[in-house]
């Protein structure tokens, strides 16, 4: 399934914020200003990520991976490839989530805490777990 502008723009904006623009004719995008901002505020109240984007809405493909880092700093990047599945987070199954809220609210958290990732490898489906820590 395509992946709509709304949907990948909307996983820059906390929860209950909204797009500019008309419904049904477009949507102003935030500008990058907007969306840095937003995260500044998002590390004021101590809210951290990842360091890896993923498709919004399911299934929750990898689109990029920035800034992956084990519990001692160590770069996780090689171990997950763009295109593999996120499918557990912490042993919660998120394959069938409908809404990114919920599954922002399983990855972000506070700095220098873990969380356990399970994917799917696009090529052949098998699963594999990496633990990572929140820092970005």
Excluded: C, W
Aim: aromatic share 8%.
């Amino acid at each position: 399934a395509a992946i709509s502008r709304t949907h990948t723009y909307a996983s820059l904006l906390p929860a209950g914020k909204k797009l500019s623009g008309e419904p049904g004719r477009g949507f102003a995008p935030p500008r990058s200003s907007d969306a840095l901002q937003m995260r500044e505020e998002q590390k004021g109240a101590g809210i951290f990520g990842i360091g890896i984007k993923i498709d919004v809405p399911p299934p929750f493909k990898v689109q990029r991976v920035v800034n992956l880092q084990d519990t001692n700093g160590d770069s996780l990047n090689d171990k997950v490839a763009i295109g593999d599945r996120l499918v557990y987070v912490d042993g919660q199954a998120i394959d069938q989530a409908e809404y990114l809220n919920f599954v922002e609210k399983l990855i972000f958290g506070e700095k220098n805490t873990t969380i356990t990732l399970t994917f799917r490898r696009k090529e052949d489906d098998s699963s594999y777990k990496v633990v990572a820590n929140r820092h970005v």
